[in-house]
């Protein structure tokens, strides 16, 4: 990386030393797309192919392909699976239907997060959990060591790799490949389907840019042929290899939380405004007492979306102050691609955290303006 | 990626034009490409000074800031304010229409520890 990077906002997560770095199985088809391959929570992943605006764009407007395979999956099963998954879930997994998948935190007693995951509900006695790679290991851990009483918790991320294609177009470049027509799968709702002839996969309507699109699960064997089909499928609908750089910023324009930003061990959902994924109402979950408490009693510090008034980029660590004192902190910014201005997430006191309050972010020693504005920063026109 | 002949190179990945006692500032295609899209730019203002070494603005692309380092020391003649609107100009143009500061050269001396485009492109290498 360059001397002149001042910070680069890509680093390995700190909890995790990336000294062998793992490879997904599309790696080679990365480098010859031409590729700029980072260390991200101890993979080698695409950062970028042609330059994140032009991806994110490209999803916003036809469709995006990304390589998530170095997500992990998490199975948990037995005749009492569905017990053990409602006592680690701050969602309640009971309120959805065989085929349905749900987001939800995992906390630990005193409510901070071990993880933000999608759950995939086969039946009551089969769950899939899809977990970030940074936590993989310590979600295996941790639900092992809660639940493994109860039901068999398998860590089956080597079994797994992941495509996902995300945009208005991302149903009809399936629809020629899928022996189940991807019209019929509903949002959040996922099917067991044969792909391209032969692949086995788990196909559900989900993902992480605000599009319409879906997530595509496959043993790593069938991973180069199932990307290469979807690419000259899409083609015609103007399908482009997607890096992580414009997954991010695809996420932030939505508001869609990241761990070790806008969640970590520290933040609660309570804190983190995730408060509609945390079903306190007649149930006990790990982590339930404290929420309960910290509900009642009202938070600290609250987050909150903003966008730039003055000119500047709002980053991760600069300060938000008002009148020359500090009130909080930013977890994620960027130059927004799809609205062309600086915008950010941050924790601040919940006195300001009123759509339209006027409050200042720190870039460089100088006090830029800002504005809290409602989330999701970008609304999609269809 | 390219590197004219008639320019000097820093180890910071700014490229120096000298032309009698005005030296033209921006950064090398190398790093333009390395920053990925480039979306903001911070300059000094005319009449300021610059110090060799010493940060004298800064550029961000979507995922990364860097400081811009000056090659050499004196009082800065002129700003490209152009790119502080289209910063995009510095992926497209990093030696023509993206230039980013004039400076009245101070002393010559500093100009002496400037690479040629052999030696930047043989350390960029060895930086890879």
């Given at each position: 990386m360059l001397k002149i990077f001042r910070r680069v906002f890509f680093a390995c997560p700190a909890a995790v030393h990336c000294t062998v770095l793992k490879r997904t199985p599309l790696y080679d088809i990365h480098l010859s797309l031409g590729a700029r391959i980072v260390d991200f929570a101890g993979w080698e992943m695409p950062v970028q192919y042609k330059g994140v605006i032009e991806e994110h764009l490209a999803v916003r407007s036809a469709c995006g392909i990304f390589d998530v395979s170095h997500m992990g999956e998490i199975e948990v099963s037995g005749p009492r699976a569905e017990e053990a998954v409602r006592l680690l879930m701050t969602n309640d997994i009971a309120r959805v239907e065989d085929g349905q998948c749900q987001y939800t935190l995992l906390c630990y007693?005193?409510?901070?997060?071990v993880d933000d995951t999608i759950v995939y509900r086969y039946n009551n006695e089969r769950f899939l959990f899809c977990v970030n790679a940074s936590n993989t290991d310590k979600a295996y851990e941790w639900i092992k060591e809660q639940v493994s009483s109860i039901a068999l918790v398998e860590n089956l991320s080597d079994q797994y790799a992941q495509i996902a294609i995300q945009g208005p177009n991302a149903a009809s470049i399936l629809e020629d490949l899928s022996?189940?027509?991807?019209?019929?799968i509903k949002p959040f709702h996922f099917v067991l389907a044969e792909l391209s002839g032969g692949i086995e996969a788990i196909v559900s309507r989900t993902g992480y840019t605000g599009e319409d699109g879906f997530e595509i699960y496959i043993a790593p064997t069938d991973a180069k042929e199932l990307w290469e089909a979807l690419m000259y499928s899409g083609e015609e609908f103007g399908i482009a290899p997607v890096g992580l750089g414009a997954r991010d910023t695809l996420r932030l324009e939505m508001g869609y939380p990241l761990y070790g930003h806008e969640l970590g061990e520290g933040i609660t959902p309570i804190e983190a405004n995730?408060?509609?994924?945390?079903?306190?109402?007649?149930r006990e979950f790990i982590g339930a007492e404290a929420l309960r408490a910290q509900k009642a009693a009202g938070v600290k510090r609250t987050l909150v979306g903003f966008r730039m008034k003055d000119a500047g980029i709002p980053r991760a660590g600069y300060e938000i102050a008002k009148n020359g004192k500090k009130i909080g902190d930013v977890v994620s910014g960027t130059m927004s691609p799809s609205l062309k201005e600086g915008i950010g997430t941050g924790f601040v006191e919940p006195a300001f955290k009123e759509v339209g309050t006027e409050v200042d972010v720190v870039i460089r020693g100088r006090a830029a303006k800002v504005e809290v504005v409602k989330l999701p920063f970008y609304k999609r026109p269809y | 990626m390219e590197f004219p002949k008639d320019l000097k190179y820093t180890k910071e990945h700014e490229w120096v034009k000298v032309e009698g006692n005005i030296a033209t500032v921006g950064i090398t295609d190398y790093a333009q490409d390395s920053l990925g899209d480039v979306v903001y730019v911070e300059l000094p203002q005319e009449g300021g000074t610059v110090t060799k070494n010493e940060p004298f603005g800064v550029v961000e692309s979507v995922k990364a800031v860097s400081d811009l380092y000056s090659p050499i020391s004196g009082?800065?003649?002129?700003?490209?304010?152009a790119i502080i609107d289209s910063p995009e100009a510095i992926n497209e143009d990093p030696y023509g229409d993206a230039w980013m500061i004039r400076v009245e050269i101070g002393n010559t001396n500093d100009l002496s520890d400037l690479m040629s485009s052999d030696e930047y492109q043989k350390f960029i290498e060895e930086e890879k």
């Open positions: 007693p005193n409510g901070g997060v022996d189940i027509p991807p019209s019929e995730l408060g509609k994924y945390v079903k306190l109402e007649g | 009082s800065v003649h002129e700003v490209n304010d």
